[in-house]
């Protein structure tokens, strides 16, 4: 059984909102409901308090008389704030319907109804949106839903075909209760798994975009930000692995339970990722590494010259840290690669990489696509192993982490 938290929006769509309850209840889980204004416009609290057997709150200032319990649960008896206790307590909270408004004020931050303040205190958020197709289609929703994607809330996306409004079809309609509660179930799942899954695990990260100096003011780099790999970071802690995150010139917040080492150069991530590879069980090598530096870096600032027209500089190759490490692994030590390709033929490459480099996994991203990849908030791969290909659809990278981990955590497992 698990405790769900169901928030309940203004929209047509609002009666479809009972029977997911019917079907959660059915189904085993605890539910709560938390009905906006706007919602009792739509279907009334006695019919959620009648399915759930508990009672239904909406503004921050309702008493919750069952002080934050759910049902199944015996009723504390100190009286904890209600509405942070019951979106704390929560395994997950689902929003659906999800208004266009209650959307642009999850995206906004408010906190100006009971629902969107649990939202800002739940850990694990699944929003189904329900609105005219015309509204969802506009760019400000679609920012908004790109906002909350990017902070790692899960989308169930609406579904195509009539809409409430006569003689209207489009993209809006608010997925069906039982695909609902397919997606529920496997939100929970990966809620469960998520804890435990990489326990005590020591995996390394190489994150963000190596620089080598010209001379001392200047450099060669990349455009790469690190978001990828502190999602991983940050993904592979939450399922409680021991992570070391090597940055390159990362300019992020370090996650959480995470330790760092920054580093600048090929050469440096080499030296810190092959003293921690020692230690680790898992590598994920995420970083954007230069495959070339200058062959001399000038001392001070280099000049031009008066009348230089152009000017060549000898490059010389960095050490390929990931093949080294790969090629003096212990037979347990698990070593995932990324390859940032560019348009057709990427999944060859990537496959090559995987085998030149002896590789577990690699993990390939088209970087021709602008949305993804090089500092973007979301991405989209495929990770490949020796059994085969698991494409990763589009999604937050956080999202995507998860995924990467779903695959490459079990490789040389027993
Ligand atoms: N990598 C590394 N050391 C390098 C270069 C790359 O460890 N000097 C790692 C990266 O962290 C990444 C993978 O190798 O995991 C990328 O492989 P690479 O062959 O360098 O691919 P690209 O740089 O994407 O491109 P290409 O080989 O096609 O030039």
């Not at 790469?224 to 992020?252: D, H, I, P, Q």
């Not at 917040?253 to 230690?279: K, M, W």
């Not at 690669?337 to 480099?357: I, M, Q, T």
Request: charged letters at 20%.
């Amino acid at each position: 059984m698990a405790r769900i938290l169901l928030g309940v929006s203004g929209s047509i769509a609002a009666y479809k909102a009972l029977e997911l309850v019917r079907l959660l209840t059915a189904g085993g889980h605890g539910v709560r409901v938390v009905l906006t204004e706007s919602g009792k416009r739509f279907v009334g609290a006695d019919s959620f308090a009648a399915l759930t057997g508990a009672p239904v709150l909406s503004g921050v200032f309702d008493e919750d008389p069952w002080s934050g319990a759910y049902p199944g649960e015996s009723v504390e008896a100190h009286r904890p704030i209600g509405h942070l206790a019951l979106a704390e307590r929560a395994d997950l909270f689902v929003i659906a319907p999800a208004s266009a408004n209650v959307i642009a004020r999850l995206a906004a931050g408010f906190a100006d109804d009971l629902l969107t303040t649990a939202a800002l205190v739940a850990s694990k958020l699944l929003v189904a949106p329900a609105m005219n197709g015309r509204m969802w289609e506009h760019p400000a929703t679609q920012a908004n839903v790109a906002t909350l994607r990017s902070r790692g809330v899960h989308i169930a996306d609406p579904g195509t075909g009539r809409l409430a409004s006569k003689g209207e079809a489009g993209t809006g309609r608010l997925a069906e209760p039982e695909d609902l509660v397919v997606r529920i179930e496997a939100e929970l799942a990966t809620t469960a798994q998520q804890r435990q899954d990489l326990a005590g695990r020591r995996v390394l990260i190489s994150a963000g975009g190596t620089r080598e100096p010209l001379d001392a003011v200047r450099f060669l780099g990349n455009r790469s930000s690190g978001r990828m790999g502190f999602a991983l970071a940050e993904a592979a802690a939450a399922r409680g692995a021991y992570v070391t995150v090597v940055a390159a010139n990362v300019a992020l917040p370090t996650p959480g339970g995470v330790s760092r080492i920054d580093v600048e150069t090929a050469a440096q991530l080499q030296a810190a990722c092959a003293e921690s590879f020692t230690y680790a069980d898992v590598l994920i090598a995420a970083a954007a590494v230069a495959d070339f530096r200058p062959a001399q870096v000038a001392a001070g600032k280099m000049k031009k010259q008066e009348g230089e027209e152009t000017r060549s500089m000898e490059l010389e190759r960095t050490p390929d840290v990931l093949a080294g490490l790969a090629a003096s692994r212990k037979p347990a030590q698990v070593v995932v690669g990324f390859a940032a390709e560019h348009g057709s033929g990427a999944l060859d490459y990537g496959r090559d990489k995987l085998v030149r480099k002896r590789l577990d996994a690699i993990v390939v991203n088209d970087v021709s696509d602008k949305a993804i990849g090089f500092d973007s908030s979301e991405n989209e791969v495929v990770v490949i192993t020796a059994a085969g290909d698991t494409p990763v659809p589009r999604g937050s990278k956080r999202e995507v982490a998860d995924a990467i981990l779903d695959v490459v955590g079990p490789l040389r497992r027993g």
